[in-house]
């Protein structure tokens, strides 16, 4: 009986040693915020996400929409806070990744009933960069083939017409 009380302390010693709490940071994805809108409403919540499309100004403050590759979200923000988002993402940039922390709204009555973000601050992840799109010679080839195909149809169609 001593010697299976031993084995067992010893497992759970082991156990108990090699295991740990693992704080996670607290950050919210836009789904997450969405689908669980009664129980974040009125809460801090922590987003990142790439900035798209351009900053609307409205006198001392600015909505920016922010993607995180699932849904897009409207920031409410500080102008000056705004400002810092320099590179918006569009087909030609990969936009600013900044990091929001603020006051998430499920219907903002400040903002006729819309789901929205009202940040505290505003926090620069990584700036953005220029998108290459490179021609693809194979598939230019092909379209201008494409192209004289379609306009020797177009001529001899014309003409099988205009002899009838």
């Not at 801090?44 to 699932?70: H, P």
Request: aromatic content about 10%; glycine content about 10%.
């Amino acid at each position: 009986m001593y010697k299976i009380f031993k084995i067992v302390l010893a497992v759970f010693l082991i156990f108990f040693s090699f295991t740990g709490i693992a704080l996670a940071d607290e950050k919210l994805t836009f789904n997450e915020l969405v689908e669980n809108g009664k129980v974040f409403d009125k809460k801090q919540v922590k987003i990142s996400g790439e900035a798209i499309g351009e900053a609307l100004k409205r006198g001392s403050y600015t909505w920016i929409n922010i993607s995180d590759g699932t849904l897009p979200m409207g920031i409410w923000m500080r102008s000056e806070d705004a400002d810092k988002v320099k590179v918006f993402g569009d087909y030609h940039n990969k936009g600013d990744l900044i990091e929001i922390t603020g006051t998430f709204n499920r219907a903002c009555s400040e903002h006729g009933g819309d789901m929205d973000i009202h940040a505290d601050s505003v926090v620069m992840v990584k700036e953005g960069e220029r998108i290459a799109h490179p021609l693809e010679y194979r598939r230019f080839i092909i379209s201008i083939g494409l192209t004289l195909l379609t306009v020797m149809l177009g001529a001899l169609t014309y003409r099988k017409i205009k002899m009838e």
